[in-house]
């Protein structure tokens, strides 16, 4: 009987650390207290080239989905921001090469202008 009672302790302790450890990690998606919507960024995206583009967001290491721009349009995104962090974009053309711009740092009410040139490769986005 003790030998089962032994063997629970560790392995709740095991399991309580596990689950712990699970929900530390932070969004970096997600607004203060890790909940989202906290502040927001305004991405203004001009596609300029021929190409159908698939934007990324990328920040900490985490990849969130923005959407598709089509061909020679502009249009408006907006995402929850929860912080002064770096923020990337990650564009993946149609047809064509994948390109990642520098990192920025961006704030909560910025607005991030993307530029996708006619060589996506050459793309760039910057803050204001």
């Known amino acids: ?30 607004g203060p207290g890790g909940k989202g ?3 927001q960024i305004r ?9 159908q583009v698939e934007i990324y967001a990328l920040v900490a290491g985490d990849t969130q989905d923005l959407g598709q721009v089509p061909a020679r349009t502009a249009t408006q995104l907006r995402m929850d921001w929860p912080s002064s962090v770096n923020l990337r974009f990650r564009l993946e053309p149609l047809a064509g090469l994948r390109k990642t711009t520098m990192p ?8 991030v202008d993307l530029f996708i040139t ?4 050459d793309s760039y986005a910057r803050a204001r």
Do not use: E
Not at 104 to 111: S, Y
Not at 118 to 121: A, D, E, H
């Open 37 to 39: 919507g906290g502040g």
């Open 104 to 111: 920025m740092i961006v704030r909560p009410g910025d607005v």
């Open 43 to 51: 991405i203004v995206v001009q596609n300029r080239s021929i190409y």
């Open 1 to 30: 009987m003790k030998t089962r009672r032994w063997f629970r302790v560790p392995l709740l302790a095991l399991s309580l650390l596990w689950a712990g450890c699970a929900t530390a990690a932070p969004n970096p998606f997600a």
């Open 118 to 121: 006619p060589n996506p490769t």
